[in-house]
């Protein structure tokens, strides 16, 4: 790297419809990574590697994501920002440019994220918001839920959360607040932790669908937690519901 | 008509994106209307037509669009609205079905409706919605399109806003509110009239956002409506920001 190489750091937001995910895959087949990347090398003239904060799986939204990437290029700010907006599909969006010490890494920077899951339950299945939520059918009962949820908050082992066969030093998490809120028929989960399992938001989710529907008690949703196990946790539900919010790093001087 | 022939009413919303429009076209052409016909004429095995409340255009949606169509089939309202939700796309949903008196017709018995067309002015393209609104990319000044949309209120001549080559026996309409509310940088303008000329909503909003910018004053803009000429008024604004609201019948007794 030369004296001349600055860090880049990027806020977007994008609707993962239409996608295999956040991460690059072979040619042909279409991620957010591989957009941005296709873009940025067109800008720049340079190949440019991004990385994210988060790897959002396929059919998952952003309306928060953060990359950074290095380049030699000196073009300003909000002129990138502006040429970037001007070269990526529709459903990709870069909020904020900015230039950031050369340490800082878009995943290894972070010191905690939120995401949301939107749920509809019960009544007709939804028209305008139909990819950004999950429709279920039947109604739910939504203090049973909520209590659940507020279990979850704290440094735990969330192993029981974790997609089988994952591989990660420790499945110990801190989550710092998790609240379920109701709308009418809609139902938004908010969860914010210091670091998220593969698929932990999807399974609590689908956990808390087991609370809701009487299929599971508060006991044992406790359990369950407590069993450190993924085969006592309800099933994944659906990418479409979640969203990756907003990622937060430390302040850097 | 046997004594068995029902009249059904529906309400219905769709997102037009995908669409030609409402109105059934050639083969292989994707419309609202064939939709709907293709998936009745399937559950009650008859060749079903349906008449709507208003042809919606390539890309415009509905929140309210009404239609009805003439069955013999005796199914119960709430397990024909039930099998057209399944059967139908993702992007049309079937809101409610009653049986109606055999005279009432969606597009004849109209008494009044109510059209939406939301509007990004100023700052960043739209992500989420980018579907349902128009992205202008400068500020307007909101205040001079609300005075100019209080004009619009009344019985009055609008040729000025009808669509080049339109044959209809009078362009004489009363529009009973025209309102236009800011909610940051997003313009939500409602109108309700007796009726409307072809593309009369998206000809106002072409034209408000000449005054919005500045280049047509409010006495222009009077001037303009004076005028009863096309050629006078602002551009078409673009279907994706156009939404059929509601429709309203006078009470069959």
Redesign the interface.
Known sequence: MNEETRNLKMVL???GTRYAGFQRQATGILTIQGELEEALSRLTNETITIHAAGRTDAGV?ARGQVVNFHTQSQMPCSKLQQAL?SLLP????I?KVAEVPLVFHARYSVQHKTYSYRLVHGG??P??K?N?VYYYRHELKVELMQQAAELLVGTQDFATFQAAGSMVKTTIRTINFCKLVAEEAELLLTINANGFLYHMVRNIVGTLILVGSQRLSITDFKAALAKKDRSSAGPTAPAAGLCLEAVYYKKME
Chains 1, 2 share one sequence.
Request: aromatic share 18%; glycine share 6%.
């Open positions: 937001g994008y609707e939204h907006n529709t459903d990709i969006l909020q007709l299945r028209l305008f139909r950004f």
